[in-house]
């Protein structure tokens, strides 16, 4: 069974740093994109960073300058550094990622459960 798990999110002070990893598990071939997403309460999912399996990344303004997405192809695991947190950034952070399970076949597009991140000010 195919599955993204997300962990390290938690509670911290703003102006801090946490680090999200997700890893993809299951019968995968192969992953290309990757990559975060959020969604605070009452708001829509929104798009924080992605990045392409050859290392190519794409920021939302709002995470310019402070958060860094990489990803490690062997682990077949996404990461999001995030820094110089505020509390505007308390969210669920969801991983996506799109994976194909054999030579040839379509890209499927799944998504983690999230993971909590909490901002105090």
């Known amino acids: 069974q195919v599955q993204l798990v997300e962990s390290g999110g938690g509670l911290v002070q703003a102006g801090g740093s946490l680090r999200l990893s997700c890893a993809a598990s299951g019968r995968i071939f192969s992953i290309n994109n990757m990559g975060w997403y959020r969604q605070a309460p009452g708001n829509q999912r929104e798009l924080v960073a992605t990045?392409?399996?050859?290392?190519?990344?794409n920021y939302a303004d709002s995470a310019k300058g402070r958060f860094t997405i990489s990803r490690d192809n062997a682990k077949n695991t996404v990461y999001l550094q995030m820094n110089s947190l505020k509390p505007e950034d308390t969210a669920v952070y969801y991983c996506?990622?799109?994976?194909?399970?054999?030579?040839?076949?379509?890209?499927?597009?799944?998504w983690g459960r999230g993971t909590q991140v909490t901002v105090a000010s």
């Open positions: 996506n990622a799109d994976l194909r399970f054999r030579v040839g076949s379509k890209e499927y597009n799944y």
């Open positions: 990045i392409t399996s050859g290392g190519s990344t």
